[in-house]
């Protein structure tokens, strides 16, 4: 152990050797205090003023370009040239996506993985050797201006000198004084809203716009594509609307709250209620679906067909259909239908239709859920349609393609047909017509009419406090993110709908021999309801046999092949919804997304029907309300639904049917 005294001595030295330290520190405090600051000359940057990339051995050239329209705004478009193109057609798609994230899917050399995303039919455009242009529409992302979604066009909704189809004819103008590697030629194409797009483009088309082909696009917001069906509200775009619309580069994204949103809609009650809740109503276009629920002016003007019907026909168009599409399922066909009588020389206007989801024909079309396809039907259609078409209009020196005025794929034969028109023609359905499938008592389904013995009508209870779902739970939001399914629920199996005590579900017999149906369904309900208002949801399926060999998970399946809703206040006018008169029997006629399908042989008909599709469309209260955005919890009531079936007041589905090739 140590002493006291060899204790003392080393705290003694301690504490000196502390205040000496103390006093160097204070000298030099003094010191800092009295001396400059020492300057010194800092590394040279590493990083250039102005980075300029080398791309050595890249395949095109990008440039970005600001665009000016004729009212001072400027729009910001992505340029991919092929390098060393020389008199190459532009292909231009206008998109309120991110221009720079379509055409920037990858950090490589090569055009194909540049452009390999939604909305670029990639094959066609590195294959074909096109300028690709892809552009923000206005109030969008890197473009000028104030966004509105489906600017209508100028008129009574638009008092603005602008609208899509001046934007398309200025930024054509623009391209082709301004790409020195064109040959004054331009096509535009794009899906869903950007399918909208090149129909805006038909309205006053520039010279040099020499083809268009609208995929899927929207077309009438209110009788069958994005906003509501047939007056009833798709409350499930309530995410698109906000990712989309409330901030310019879709910063906002919707939050989760639910695993299943079926109990996030349920727990909010309105979808005018969640709106509220989750602040929609700051966004324009949310309070305008909210003052517009019936087919009113606001809708009526600004639907596409009815506009086109009215203007002349000027360059060759391609729509292109998909039969499950999930979102736009009215508009190709109804664009078609509105401009077809136009085309007098019959080399202007065609139609394909395949068996896709919304966009599928751009990805890989060899299969949809369940259902397996003879071969990659997207690519197929790209190839032997897109590209000839494309080409044919586009390049100097292409031959005529050899693309007939409608292709359409035969689901259930699993086949391409080729037709002069869409329906079929007389000449071509030989004898084919409409046929009534009628909803018979015991919940059969018949081509005979019902007769003495059938009874009056089958009834369900419609309760809104138990929807009925359009999918089996836990429903995912509507979205193409990783392990989503949303794409696929038109193909979904129906048997458990068709359990329920709420959903009636009439089947036919086997059948002998085929039937096929090619055109629009249309559903003609004679029914009642207890309460004072009533959706009506008809579903055509197709029932499997009981086994299926080779691909045993589809025995039993029951696939929609067909299916729509109808709001029943909406009964006697789109235009002003009128309380339901209880317990009458009514009738309801409107008509189902077009199907060209064979139920074979061994398979039989059903027909579904039910007065709810929860979450996909908002719940109908069943009592009458003005406005069903703003239903109370007190509003929403069970009602006895009874459909009728007897002579007098039968039931029944027009089914097209035509012979089976």
């Known amino acids: 152990?140590?002493?006291?005294?060899?204790?003392?001595?080393?705290?003694?030295?301690?504490?000196?050797?502390?205040?000496?330290?103390?006093?160097?520190?204070?000298?030099?405090?003094?010191?800092?205090?009295?001396?400059?600051?020492?300057?010194?000359?800092?590394?040279?940057?590493?990083?250039?003023?102005?980075?300029?990339?080398?791309?050595?051995?890249?395949?095109?050239?990008?440039?970005?370009?600001?665009?000016?329209?004729r009212d001072g705004v400027k729009l910001h478009t992505a340029l991919l040239v092929p390098k060393g193109a020389k008199g190459a057609p532009i292909l231009l798609t206008r998109t309120p996506y991110d221009a720079k994230k379509l055409t920037s899917h990858a950090e490589s050399a090569h055009l194909g993985p540049v452009l390999n995303g939604y909305d670029n039919a990639m094959d066609v455009i590195v294959e074909g050797g096109y300028v690709r242009a892809v552009q923000d529409v206005r109030g969008k992302h890197g473009s000028e201006g104030d966004y509105v979604v489906n600017r209508p066009l100028r008129g009574p909704l638009n008092s603005t000198p602008v609208d899509h189809a001046t934007d398309t004819w200025d930024t054509i103008d623009w391209l082709v004084k301004n790409v020195p590697e064109s040959n004054g030629k331009v096509g535009i194409l794009g899906i869903s809203y950007d399918g909208f797009l090149p129909l805006m483009g038909l309205v006053d088309p520039h010279p040099a716009l020499k083809v268009s082909v609208p995929m899927n696009p929207m077309v009438d917001g209110w009788v069958g594509d994005d906003w509501f069906h047939n007056g009833a509200f798709r409350q499930l775009n309530v995410t698109w609307i906000y990712d989309q619309v409330a901030t310019r580069k879709g910063e906002a994204k919707w939050w989760t709250s639910h695993h299943d949103v079926y109990d996030m809609f349920m727990q909010a009650g309105s979808a005018g209620e969640l709106g509220r809740r989750r602040g929609l109503d700051q966004i324009g276009f949310w309070r305008k679906l909210t003052e517009h629920p019936a087919y009113d002016a606001f809708w009526r003007e600004q639907a596409v067909d009815k506009l086109l019907t009215k203007r002349p026909l000027k360059v060759p168009v391609m729509l292109v259909h998909s039969l499950w599409d999930q979102e736009d399922i009215y508009g190709a066909p109804a664009v078609y239908k509105a401009?077809?009588?136009?085309?007098?020389?019959?080399?202007?206007?065609?139609?394909?239709?395949?068996?896709?989801?919304?966009?599928?024909?751009?990805?890989?079309?060899?299969?949809?859920?369940?259902?397996?396809?003879?071969?990659?039907?997207?690519?197929?259609?790209?190839?032997?349609?897109?590209?000839?078409?494309?080409?044919?209009?586009?390049?100097?020196?292409?031959?005529?393609?050899?693309?007939?005025?409608?292709?359409?794929?035969?689901?259930?034969?699993?086949?391409?047909?080729?037709?002069?028109?869409?329906?079929?023609?007389?000449?071509?359905?030989?004898?084919?017509?409409?046929?009534?499938?009628?909803?018979?008592?015991?919940?059969?389904?018949?081509?005979?009419?019902?007769?003495?013995?059938?009874a009056a009508f089958d009834e369900y209870v419609s309760d809104p406090a138990k929807p009925v779902p359009f999918r089996a739970r836990p429903i995912l939001p509507m979205g193409y993110a990783q392990g989503q399914t949303w794409s696929r629920w038109l193909v979904d199996d129906q048997r458990e709908a068709s359990g329920r005590p709420d959903v009636l579900a009439f089947v036919s017999e086997v059948l002998t021999k085929p039937v096929k149906v090619a055109g629009e369904p249309v559903a003609n309900l004679v029914a009642s309801t207890s309460g004072g208002d009533s959706d009506w949801v008809v579903k055509l399926i197709d029932v499997y046999p009981d086994e299926v060999a080779g691909q045993a998970e589809m025995g039993g399946y029951q696939l929609m092949v067909s299916a729509d809703i109808f709001r029943g206040r909406y009964r006697e006018s789109l235009e002003a919804a009128k309380p339901i008169a209880p317990d009458q029997a009514l009738a309801y006629r409107f008509a189902l997304p077009t199907a060209n399908h064979v139920f074979l042989p061994g398979h039989r008909l059903m027909v579904q029907v039910q007065s709810s599709w929860f979450p996909l469309y908002d719940r109908n209260p069943q009592t009458f309300v003005p406005n069903i955005f703003w239903a109370q919890p007190r509003d929403y009531a069970k009602a006895t639904q009874r459909v009728f079936h007897e002579l007098g007041r039968m039931s029944f589905v027009e089914l097209p049917v035509v012979p089976s090739h």
């Not at 205040?19 to 010194?40: F, I």
């Not at 007939?404 to 699993?414: C, L």
């Open 339 to 454: 401009i077809e009588p136009k085309d007098v020389d019959n080399d202007k206007v065609f139609l394909v239709m395949g068996p896709w989801y919304h966009g599928q024909e751009i990805a890989d079309g060899s299969e949809l859920g369940a259902l397996k396809f003879h071969a990659d039907t997207a690519r197929e259609f790209r190839r032997n349609i897109l590209a000839p078409f494309l080409a044919q209009h586009l390049k100097d020196d292409a031959p005529k393609a050899d693309v007939a005025p409608v292709t359409a794929f035969e689901t259930g034969t699993n086949s391409w047909r080729r037709m002069s028109a869409w329906p079929p023609r007389a000449e071509e359905a030989d004898g084919g017509g409409p046929r009534r499938l009628y909803l018979r008592s015991g919940l059969a389904l018949s081509f005979d009419a019902p007769g003495a013995g059938d």
């Open 1 to 69: 152990m140590r002493s006291e005294r060899d204790r003392f001595m080393a705290g003694a030295c301690s504490r000196a050797f502390l205040l000496g330290l103390a006093a160097l520190a204070g000298t030099a405090s003094a010191q800092d205090e009295t001396k400059p600051p020492a300057t010194y000359k800092d590394l040279p940057s590493e990083t250039p003023a102005k980075f300029e990339p080398t791309n050595d051995g890249f395949d095109h050239v990008r440039r970005e370009v600001m665009i000016p329209m």
